[in-house]
């Protein structure tokens, strides 16, 4: 019964979305307020209707209704709560009602947070949103309906897979999908102004809250999911390049372009056609990712079921979504003409220099995950390219971003003073040396790349710091004066600080993988393996049981000295439903370092594969991205985003014409 | 000109949407490897050595042999290499590698840790031969027979199980024959 619920409810949406998508953009055409105002309530009544569709097959997965197909392939009474819950995004159709519902949510706080708005602009973007909308909810009710009965029912489920009975997969695509959706907001922005002929200012700081807001979900998601794939997969990489994981990687490079280039538009008003098109781009990119996820067309290890029908459907939504978008562009974007011109050095030229080189990374990144693809369609060999193209390509590429990470909030807008600059930033420069002398001392010879990543987190993160000094001027006025000036710098400038700052702790923990030191070896009750400094004495494994599986528990002490640091326990589980087995490592960390054990195959004589790794400043990988989405956030907690000021620039702000003949 | 410009990213995205459609076309499986070469006579390849000795194609005829092709950067290649070591040091199966787009100091420092079980080793730094071979990834074995016909091709790591019921059987029906 309240699975029919849910499911009238989901066609009931999307009902509504047909009206939210046709009816407010009518109205702002003729300039009818009162067609217009449908767009707030459609949107909020979109909300509600999804949330309850959300609601009622999260309560069929609770109550273990195995009547329901989708709860049969998915789900089990064994399950833990948790999974339970999380298992209604473990598949495609309940995944895709996640989807629509953060669409959702993003359009309810459109409609609530917009009401200093220009009625028929309001109207547009909300309009815009209903569309995606109604293709997103016609894709489910077509073709990937989780409300879908069968008789008799089950007796018990299949499971879901075992890997991703994990907290840290439970609560990933939920982050994930409030980033890829997020960038529908921008996207819709862009869209509405197309179709208005007119790019402000003002615009631009409407978009900048939501498309912040939405990258910091992103880097908060694609976070989890190298974390996860960290610790679950048992082999101590953090990233694999994976078509999957660059689907998400995509949207967010082209996404850091876009908060960038936003800026440019609110302060200076200029670049407004490339600031619309990376917005089109980045929530493309989204969709694009979905399409090469759910079709089928690349080989992937977490790729959803797939199946040809959808890959068509989802196809003709981003010839739709895409082709329409850009089309628009096309025939709007040369009437766009930027207003302040500014110096090849200067913040605009160094924020043009990252949104190119972020643009390009997207691009190889593309190619690099395409090219299987592009190659079998004019006939080649079957061929991927790995790790090495992405490590030769990708990395080198985003050198020089990671230098005007350093010099480019020190240059003024306009026209700045490139020595001045970097005379300014003279610690920075010292201290980047120094890094890469006692990282090359260090290593005699290590990895050239590792190295002067070293170089460049020192530079960007002392850069930043600096930059901060300039601003309270530090040592240059009473303590008591710079304390003044730290307290009343605006947060979006703390923001920044924070993010960049993020940027560099990351890139110390990229970097320092190169240093990884393991070992592989086969041990046996009592045992001892070197490593790294570390003796880890295996003692013994034991059988314990799970809720839903059998573990391989494994003891390991860890010593140093003769001391003993720990006690560790690697497990190797075994699901009986599925027949699979999933690693569960055990790492010990103490931020500078971790200690990483999994347990690997064990044979009759009681020999086990131990796998351990000691992996230098791998932490701050994650600590830094977390950092950044945090400086993402509190950039994002600037009052100037909730005051008026926007709604009173707009009104001042002259109003452009699109050209004539449009 | 200027409005041509503009026109760039829709026309780039309808030939990726084009490309789209293509892959979408029945029939397409991006799992599913191409057989082409089985049966055939493997490419010919002559590869510098690892240490010392090169390894050329003539030289491995007379008898049935596997190739393995994997890579210092590979860690399905490391899953595998159990699996390696027995075939090399319990069925003394002719086991030759080919280190595939790598840098010969990092294969043999992997060898040296992790042991070697390879006859010998070529290098394929620049990836020419398993182009020709048609590797998908690595690691990939191969089963060539004594006059040099490719007869099996393993994609991914080798498991046990493929082993004792593929790979054993065949190479004792090779030797026969």
């Known amino acids: 019964m309240i699975t029919e619920l849910g499911h009238f409810a989901l066609i009931l949406a999307l009902c509504v979305s047909l009206v939210q998508s046709v009816v407010p953009l009518l109205g702002a055409a003729r300039g009818n307020l009162a067609w217009m105002a449908v767009g707030r309530n459609a949107a909020l009544a979109q909300f509600a209707l999804v949330a309850l569709a959300m609601a009622s097959l999260m309560h069929a997965y609770i109550t273990n209704d195995f009547s329901v197909i989708n709860v049969i392939e998915n789900s089990h009474t064994d399950k833990p709560l948790l999974y339970q819950i999380s298992g209604v995004w473990g598949n495609h159709e309940g995944s895709m009602i996640l989807w629509v519902f953060m669409l959702g949510v993003c359009s309810a706080a459109l409609a609530l947070f917009s009401g200093n708005l220009p009625p028929d602009l309001r109207a547009r973007v909300l309009a815009v949103q209903g569309m995606i909308g109604t293709g997103f909810l016609l894709f489910i009710l077509l073709t990937s309906n989780p409300f879908l009965r069968t008789w008799p029912p089950a007796a018990n489920g299949q499971g879901l897979n075992p890997v991703l009975q994990d907290p840290g997969l439970a609560f990933h695509p939920p982050f994930l999908y409030l980033g890829y959706v997020g960038f529908s907001v921008g996207f819709a922005f862009a869209v509405a102004a197309l179709i208005e002929g007119r790019v402000d200012a003002a615009w631009a700081r409407w978009v900048r809250p939501w498309t912040l807001a939405s990258w910091c979900a992103l880097t908060v998601g694609i976070t989890m999911g190298s974390w996860w794939s960290y610790y679950t997969l048992g082999w101590g990489g953090w990233w694999f390049w994976d078509p999957v994981e660059n689907a998400s990687f995509m949207p967010w490079l082209v996404g850091t372009a876009l908060i960038h280039s936003s800026i440019v538009v609110e302060k200076r008003d200029t670049l407004k056609s490339w600031t619309i098109l990376l917005a089109i781009i980045t929530f493309s990119l989204s969709l694009v990712g979905t399409f090469l996820v759910r079709s089928g067309v690349l080989t992937s290890v977490h790729a959803f079921a797939t199946d040809p029908a959808r890959g068509m459907f989802i196809l003709l939504l981003l010839l739709v979504a895409i082709g329409g978008s850009l089309t628009l562009y096309a025939i709007r974007a040369p009437a766009l003409k930027g207003g302040g011109l500014f110096a090849p050095i200067s913040r605009e030229g160094a924020i043009v220099l990252n949104n190119l080189i972020l643009s390009c990374g997207c691009a190889t990144v593309f190619l690099g995950t395409l090219y299987p693809l592009f190659l079998d369609a004019v006939g080649g060999p079957k061929l991927s390219v790995g790790f090495p193209f992405f490590n030769r390509t990708f990395a080198p590429l985003m050198v020089p971003v990671i230098v005007a990470v350093g010099i480019g909030p020190m240059l003024s807008w306009k026209r700045g003073d490139l020595l001045g600059a970097l005379q300014r930033v003279w610690a920075a420069y010292i201290a980047a040396v120094l890094a890469v002398l006692v990282a090359w001392y260090c290593t005699h010879g290590g990895p050239i790349l590792a190295v002067l990543g070293f170089g460049l987190a020192a530079w960007t993160g002392v850069a930043v710091i600096v930059e901060w000094a300039e601003r309270v001027k530090l040592f240059r006025v009473g303590i008591g004066d710079s304390l003044r000036r730290a307290i009343h710098l605006p947060r979006a400038a703390y923001g920044m600080s924070l993010a960049h700052f993020g940027l560099a702790v990351s890139i110390v923990g990229f970097s320092a993988s190169a240093f990884d030191i393991e070992a592989i070896n086969t041990v046996h009750a009592g045992s001892v393996v070197q490593l790294a400094g570390y003796e880890l004495r295996f003692v013994d494994v034991q059988r314990t049981p799970g809720p839903n599986f059998v573990a391989n528990r494994a003891t390991v002490e860890i010593t140093r000295d003769g001391r003993l640091v720990g006690v560790v326990h690697p497990e190797q589980r075994f699901f009986a439903l599925q027949q699979q087995t999933t690693s569960e490592t055990a790492i010990r960390t103490n931020f500078l370092a971790d200690l990483y054990v999994a347990l690997g195959d064990g044979d009759q004589a009681g020999n086990w594969t131990l796998r351990a790794w000691w992996k230098p400043l791998v932490p701050w990988i994650w600590i830094g991205a977390i950092t950044m989405a945090f400086g993402g956030m509190v950039s994002l907690s600037d009052r100037r985003w909730r005051v008026g000021v926007a709604a009173r620039a707009r009104r001042m702000a002259p109003v452009l014409q699109p050209a004539a003949g449009d | ?177």
């Open chain 2, 1 to 177: 000109m200027h409005r041509a410009l503009f026109l760039l990213p829709l026309a780039l995205f309808l030939v990726l949407a084009g490309y789209f459609a293509l892959a979408l076309r029945p029939g397409y499986d991006p799992q599913a490897l191409p057989s082409a070469m089985i049966d055939k006579e493997a490419p010919q390849f002559d590869l510098a050595g690892l240490n010392g000795q090169g390894l050329a194609l003539e030289s491995l005829k007379g008898s049935p042999v596997l190739i393995n092709f994997f890579a210092s950067w590979c860690v399905p290649c490391r899953v595998e290499q159990p699996v390696l070591m027995r075939l090399a040091n319990r069925e003394h199966v002719p086991l030759y590698g080919i280190d595939y787009k790598d840098q010969p100091e990092d294969a043999a420092k992997l060898l040296a840790q992790f042991g070697d079980p390879y006859r010998r080793v070529g290098l394929d730094t620049d990836g020419s031969v398993g182009l020709n071979f048609g590797v998908y990834g690595v690691p990939e074995t191969y089963v060539l027979d004594a006059t040099g016909r490719i007869r099996k091709r393993f994609v991914g790591p080798l498991t046990a199980e493929e082993v004792d019921k593929e790979l054993l059987p065949l190479l004792e029906a090779l030797k026969k024959s």
